[in-house]
């Protein structure tokens, strides 16, 4: 079992920059890969970037792509997404998420733990 708790949402104007963190506590959690989504309301849970198990592989989704960047740190189990340059689009629930395995996957159904989710509101 992995518990995660997000923290380091907020709001922040347009061309701000935020990082949000999640820290990750249970037996496999160095292990995992690792992943952060986001979801407005009406939508779906929409895939923001990845990181696998040990930090090599990082999946990053093309609307973020050049602005977001993901990064662990094992000693910590922790995991960030540093956010800048952000746009009002970008406002939204952020979610971080473990999976049972080591691939850093783009699909929330290959997850298996999540976080509570942080807000993230960014204004115009």
């Known amino acids: 079992q992995v518990q995660l708790i997000e923290s380091g949402g907020g709001l922040v104007q347009a061309g701000g920059s935020l990082r949000l963190s999640c820290a990750a506590s249970?037996?496999?959690?160095?292990?995992?890969?690792m992943g952060w989504f986001r979801q407005t309301q009406g939508k779906e849970r929409e895939f923001v970037a990845a990181?696998?198990?040990?930090?090599?592989?990082?999946n990053i989704a093309d609307s973020v792509k050049g602005r977001f960047s993901i990064s662990r740190d094992n000693a910590k189990n922790t995991v960030y997404l540093q956010m800048n340059s952000l746009k009002p689009g970008d406002t939204a629930v952020y979610y971080c998420?473990?999976?049972?395995?080591?691939?850093?996957?783009?699909?929330?159904?290959?997850?298996?733990?999540w976080g509570q989710g942080t807000q993230v509101t960014v204004s115009s």
């Open positions: 249970g037996r496999t959690s160095s292990s995992a890969a």
């Open positions: 998420a473990a999976r049972n395995g080591k691939a850093a996957l783009t699909a929330s159904e290959r997850y298996d733990y």
């Open positions: 990181i696998d198990w040990n930090g090599g592989i990082k």
